[in-house]
């Protein structure tokens, strides 16, 4: 029988907040709700949501540190969702993740990436003549496309409408995103503009739940799109991005930041609706599925402008069972998709994905985030689905009616 | 009393459930004007839905009593029933009220108003994944009992031998983000009875019940519960969602694996969700007009514990559920108060003053509150101690502390106390004449027993801790630890008492661990105080038996080590300074005595008063015989308060009794042969002996039940009402004959026949006041008129009024069976079936 002692001041309860709603660890009821409704369901492995909870709340953080669970969780807060005393996971594993004797497991990529961005700027390290390189490309290309000289993938264009942060992937190995993404602006008829110095909506503190790099993170966006004056912030279709935009910066930062922020789709949506936007559903003539992104959905309440959208550029939209705040996570939550070796892991967690997608019956799947997106592609591939994965933006650039 | 003060006043009461019915019963019997106004279509309410849960004995779950009210309620003078009508507001008007109804008739103006509008059952649609809301496998608790009355759950399990059936409990209950953060305190009792019920029906059964902390409280529930755990498997934590699998396994639940520190999956092909009891949508838009505070969960609530039936209205009073979740048996009785409060204070300014003695057998917390509380109506208290209590107000003056009651004799408002008193030298003998008797026994509270080998000054009672940190706060260590079930279960009163204690220790800044099996929050106060102590740091650990604890005393700290639930194949070391124990609470050793005096049976544990639905919660099978105190069940101060009102309605029956009390049961001097069987088998101990030979009835004793009359072998007892050869009289041939009990068979009968599946031309059915008046001269002369077949149908074992008419009626079949001559095809037969079991009395005067 192993005996487990109570550390004095044990790192992890100490930490919370308990007058924080989700940090009110204190008041768990040990009802086991959470336990039922982990992502990562009947597969071997994985935390034990409650267990978790408890050995918090005991002061028993080596146990917490040696089970593996801290960077097996998805951050996915389902078993939140069920939680009647609302008790936050993400803020508990987090905490945990930050435990000094928790360090050493962070991934690899993980700590390479959070390193690079504070570095260069960018998680896969564009320097800004990169970027301005790539994006002058990409403009030229993009006018001989649009056939009109007035089109532009503008940068730095201060006193701009919006701005647009990309994913560092759509100026990397997807650049045919951004061009996509550049189209919506254009169909806008609004002004916008990149900015040369923030070119990443990722925000990998927020994984390694380090205070410090996710602030410095986050006023790397903050500062240059305040000091270009822009209105409205729009972030490419990325979950966690969002989460930490949308919900923490303000926390983060110490202050509101001075612009709105809202997901490209939102943004899309907004000019659907007022008319501006046209779009042909009749390209995409299939039924496709919606995916909920745990940290739109669950963790910052954005459920319908996306799904309005997705309705407006195919035949129509399949809702997945369960869905909204009850969503099954893709499988990719809470930094794993961005840990190279954590394939199989994924495969794991992203099997009560694809049995979902299976009952839905669908050929089409689509979610409002690259990363969701391509853990989607990987267990598409993996499980034989035979379903295409698209991203909401992507679908309606494609049905742009310009 | 002024019979005039009380014609004059008429009351709405809203709401037609068992504690509208009740209010209404009541009240009309004393011949007040009532408006019962129920907005469907029936009377019964919530619990008229129910299912009987008996086995081969009645589970005391009370549904029943819906049936049995629903038809006294239904056919009394009156009582104006406005179905089909819904209170949408009261509105009040110096010192009356008027109730506006929907569908728009005329507003209902009255003295009084009863708000007894009851709950409503939680509906989980949508609310656990995917298969809650369109998976026939996962039902509501209301649906399981619509199932068992229309006798389908074996179809619905498609003949299983073995189904897996999982029951949730708490769905809808103690979830502070749904703000509905209270237990619902009647549902596990409920699970409980329900999984025993399936289980006698299905005894293949395999049945998990998933629980946060099971509520295994009140009369009998240990002992209940106790017989039933082992043939289940018990699993600590909740599942929230229900995965929908494939036909072999219908339904999974996701769980912590008992064993290891791991997810686990089981399978199901039946999920039962027991949901909660919510409040009655409507009745906080109904009280708007008025200054009736609704808690945050939309329950009334007037803040005064204990306070059965008053509002902050005093011409409002609330019945039932509509101020909080309650049993049925509770509601019935608080729509009984309610009534009586109304009567009281009608009849308060012409109320004759004649001495009223009433005995009050024990002298601890209950028996001192029942005297207050009788004196301060005008009723003579006197109190018999059982050593409990010495320092006594003056103010009651007959208080006899050392006192040996000998014997009782007589009946309701004549009873003979023989008791002696005094010190033991001077022992002498006395007698009281008294009108009634409370038994206000309390349990014995035993120190915890220290086998832990810790040194007995680090050990305290919660009454000890309690008056340290009332008078020395500073001699109070940083670190304490309590063990809220180490004696055994837990009493309701010493769990809210040590969460109270833990909360104000975790004030002062000390490390506070409660060591707990389970905690017994028990509705919505309960789970208040649990919350509160969380909130402020107390730490709860749960452990599965007390075996999970190990304890070392080491100089100047305990160390503990603890295998919390939580922590599979582990243990966490714990320290403390001081550990803290609720004492022991035993049924006193004088109870037997106690019992035996008045000749009442004991409960399955000892305690007083038997569990039987029919006289609870302070009822006897004799009249004017009551009880109180947490010698009869698990009370908390407050609730001793409701008994105790609940005691003076009954009394104040005895001191105003309505009707000239005529049980229509006499003997005939002629023929009674003065061999006292009737004394002997009397159930309500309703005979009395005139001049040491001759038997007679006292018509306030006697319950009309009519053992006395089947008994009798000179034939000397006469039921005025109905003599044998009327009840046989309209039996024809061939047809099938059931002798009723009218408060069980017969109301099942008249569901059969009321919605036509029953014809008169197939079946008499012959009421009658109870099985036991069942002879078997009865049943020979009613075979003799040549019926196909003949039915003794009464009560479920254990709800009989008269306690044995079932096992009477029994042996009566037993015996005529038996006889040389009976027929094979013409056999009679014996049937237990309460008032909701229409159903199945119908498959056994029809079989399929
Ligand atoms: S956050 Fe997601 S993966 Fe982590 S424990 Fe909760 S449900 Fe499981
Ligand atoms: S669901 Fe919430 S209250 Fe229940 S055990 Fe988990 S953390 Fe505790
Ligand atoms: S007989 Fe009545 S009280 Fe007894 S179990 Fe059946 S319904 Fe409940
Ligand atoms: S009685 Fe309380 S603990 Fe039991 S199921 Fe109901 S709400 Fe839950
Ligand atoms: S009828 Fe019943 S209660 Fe009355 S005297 Fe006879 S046996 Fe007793």
Redesign the pocket.
């Known amino acids: 029988m192993t005996l487990l002692s109570q550390v004095e001041n044990p790192y992890i309860i100490t930490r919370l907040d308990a007058d924080q709603r989700g940090e009110n660890l204190l008041e768990c009821l040990s009802c086991g709700a959470c336990t039922s409704a982990c992502s990562w369901f009947d597969q071997e492995g994985g935390p034990v949501p409650r267990l978790i909870m408890r050995a918090a709340l005991m002061g028993l953080d080596d146990l917490i540190v040696q089970s593996g669970a801290l960077w097996d969780c998805l951050l996915c807060n389902r078993c939140t969702q069920n939680c009647p005393m609302g008790i936050t996971m993400s803020q508990i594993i987090g905490q945990g993740r930050s435990h000094p004797d928790a360090r050493d497991q962070i991934p690899e990529d993980i700590q390479k990436g959070v390193k690079t961005r504070l570095e260069v700027g960018d998680v896969n390290g564009l320097t800004k003549e990169e970027f301005v390189e790539t994006v002058e490309w990409l403009a030229e290309e993009f006018v001989d496309e649009m056939d009109d000289p007035q089109a532009t993938i503008p940068y730095d264009q201060e006193g701009s409408k919006f701005l647009y942060l990309p994913n560092p992937r759509e100026l990397g190995i997807n650049l045919l995103h951004l061009t996509a993404m550049a189209k919506l602006f254009y169909a806008s008829k609004e002004t916008w503009t990149l900015s040369s110095r923030h070119t990443d909506v990722t925000n990998w503190g927020y994984f390694i739940n380090d205070e410090e790099v996710a602030r410095k993170m986050a006023l790397m966006v903050v500062e240059p799109a305040e000091e270009l004056g822009i209105e409205t912030l729009v972030l490419s279709e990325c979950g966690h991005g969002y989460h930490v935009l949308k919900t923490l910066t303000e926390k983060l930062i110490g202050r509101k930041p001075g612009f709105d922020v809202i997901s490209i789709p939102e943004f899309v949506m907004n000019y659907v609706d007022n008319g501006v936007i046209k779009l042909d559903p009749a390209i995409h003539p299939f039924k496709v599925a919606y995916h909920d992104p745990c940290n739109l959905a669950r963790k910052s309440d954005l459920y319908d402008p996306p799904r309005k959208l997705l309705a407006h550029c195919c035949e129509e939209v399949v809702e997945l069972s369960p869905n909204r705040e009850n969503g099954i996570c893709c499988g990719g939550g809470g930094g794993m998709l961005q840990d190279s070796s954590s394939k199989p892991k994924r495969m794991l967690t992203g099997k009560a994905k694809a049995d979902q997608i299976t009952a839905a019956g669908v050929t089409h799947v689509a979610a409002p985030c690259l990363s969701c997106h391509r853990q989607l592609g990987e267990i598409s591939a993996h499980f034989k689905l035979n379903v295409a994965v698209d991203t909401i933006a992507s679908m309606a650039s494609k049905c742009l009616v310009l | 009393m002024n019979k005039h003060a009380l014609e004059e006043k008429t009351v709405v009461v809203v709401g037609g459930g068992v504690a509208g019915m009740s209010a209404a019963r009541h009240l009309a019997q004393h011949h007040i004007n009532v408006h019962l106004v129920e907005k469907s279509p029936t009377l019964g309410g919530n619990a008229s839905l129910w299912a009987c849960m008996a086995t081969d004995t009645c589970q005391n779950c009370g549904a029943c009593l819906s049936q049995e009210l629903a038809q006294s309620v239904a056919n009394k003078n009156g009582i104006s029933l406005h179905l089909n009508q819904q209170v949408t507001a009261i509105e009040k008007n110096e010192g009356s009220y008027s109730a506006i109804l929907d569908p728009d008739s005329p507003p209902l103006k009255a003295d009084h108003v009863i708000l007894a509008s009851g709950f409503s059952a939680f509906r989980p649609d949508g609310l656990l994944g995917q298969a809650c809301d369109a998976h026939p496998g996962v039902i509501t608790t209301n649906q399981l009992n619509h199932l068992l009355t229309n006798q389908n759950l074996d179809r619905f399990l498609t003949d299983k031998e073995s189904p897996r059936i999982a029951f949730l409990?708490?769905?809808g209950?103690?979830n502070r983000e749904k703000k509905r953060d209270?237990?619902?305190?009647?549902?596990?009792?409920i699970?409980l009875r329900h999984i025993n019920k399936i289980l006698h029906m299905i005894p293949g059964a395999d049945v998990t019940m998933f629980?946060?902390?099971?509520?295994v409280i009140g009369k009998e529930a240990r002992t209940e519960f106790g017989a039933l755990k082992d043939n289940i498997r018990l699993v600590q934590g909740v599942p929230a969602e229900i995965l929908k699998g494939n036909p072999d396994n219908p339904l999974t639940l996701i769980h912590e694996n008992p064993d290891s520190m791991a997810r686990a999956a089981s399978h199901f092909d039946l999920v039962v969700l027991?949901v909660?009891l919510h409040a009655q949508p409507g009745t906080a838009g109904m009280v708007q007009g008025l200054d009736l505070p609704v808690n945050d969960w939309g329950f009334l609530t007037n803040g005064i514990p204990g306070s059965s039936g008053q509002s902050s209205d005093p011409g409002i009073l609330v019945a039932g559920c509509a101020d909080g979740p309650k049993d049925i048996i509770t509601s019935v009785v608080e729509g009984e108060n309610c009534a009586h409060r109304i009567i009281q204070s009608a009849a308060e300014a012409s109320q004759p003053s004649d001495p009223f003695p009433v005995a009050v057998m024990g002298d601890g917390h209950a028996g001192i509150e029942t005297a207050h509380t009788l004196s301060a109506l005008g009723f003579d208290p006197w109190v018999f101690g059982q050593g409990h209590r010495r320092d006594l107000p003056a103010t009651l003056n007959n208080y006899i502390p050392d006192s040996r009651v000998v014997s009782v004799t007589g009946y309701a408002n004549q009873y003979l106390l023989t008791y002696t008193a005094g010190d033991e030298e001077k022992k002498k003998s006395f007698s009281l004449s008294c009108r009634a008797i409370i038994l206000a026994g309390e349990d014995q509270f035993l120190p915890a027993g220290n086998d832990l080998g810790i040194k007995s000054d680090k050990i305290l009672s919660l009454e000890g801790f309690a008056s340290t940190l009332d008078t020395d706060p500073e001699m109070i260590p940083d670190k304490l630890a309590f063990w809220q079930d180490f004696s055994g279960p837990e009493s309701k009163q010493s769990s809210r008492q040590l969460l109270l204690l833990a909360t104000r220790a975790a004030k002062l800044k000390k490390t506070v661990t409660v060591f707990m099996e389970k905690m017994l929050?028990?509705g919505m106060d309960g789970?208040r105080l649990y919350d509160e102590a969380r909130k402020n740091g107390v730490k709860f650990l749960r452990i599965n038996t007390p075996d999970d604890i190990q304890a070392a005393d080491q100089s100047d700290i305990i160390q503990f080590t603890v295998k919390e639930v939580s922590l599979k194949g582990m243990a966490v070391s714990v320290e403390s300074q001081w550990l803290i124990l609720p004492d022991r609470s035993v049924p006193d050793v004088y109870f037997d005595a106690l019992a035996d005096l008045v000749n009442e049976p004991l409960d399955r544990e000892g305690g007083l008063q038997s569990p039987n639905i029919r006289h609870r919660l302070t009822g006897s099978f004799r009249k004017g015989v009551f009880y109180t105190g947490t010698g009869h069940d698990d009370v908390t101060p407050d609730d001793v308060q409701a008994e105790l009102l609940n005691i003076c309605a009954r009394l104040w029956e005895l001191k105003h009794p309505q009707d000239p009390a005529d049980p229509g049961v006499v003997i005939n001097e002629k023929k009674c042969a003065k061999c006292l069987t009737c004394l002997r088998v009397c159930p309500h101990s309703a005979i009395r002996i005139n001049n040491g030979v001759k038997p007679a009835i006292v018509p306030e004793a006697c319950y009309a039940c009519g053992l006395c009359v089947a008994n009798c072998p000179a034939l000397a007892i006469e039921k005025t009402d109905h003599s044998d050869d009327e009840m046989i009289a309209a039996i024809q041939k061939g047809q099938c004959v059931v002798f009723a009990c009218q408060r069980s068979a017969a109301l099942a009968a008249k569901t059969v026949f009321e919605n036509g599946t029953l014809g008169d031309q197939d079946c008499q059915v012959i009421e009658v006041p109870c099985a036991c008046r069942i002879s078997t001269g009865l049943v020979l002369k009613s075979l003799a008129r040549g019926p196909e077949k003949v039915i003794l149908a009464g009560c479920h074992e254990g709800n009989c009024q008269s306690h044995k008419g079932s096992s009477e009626a029994q042996d009566v079949a037993r015996f005529v069976n038996s006889l040389p001559g009976i027929r094979e095809n013409q056999s009679v037969f014996w049937t237990s079936a309460a008032a909701n079991e229409g159903g199945q009395l119908l498959n056994i005067i029809q079989p399929s």
């Open positions: 409990q708490c769905v209950s103690r209270f237990c619902s305190q009647v549902c596990c009792k699970s629980y946060m902390d099971l509520q027991s909660g929050v028990h789970q």
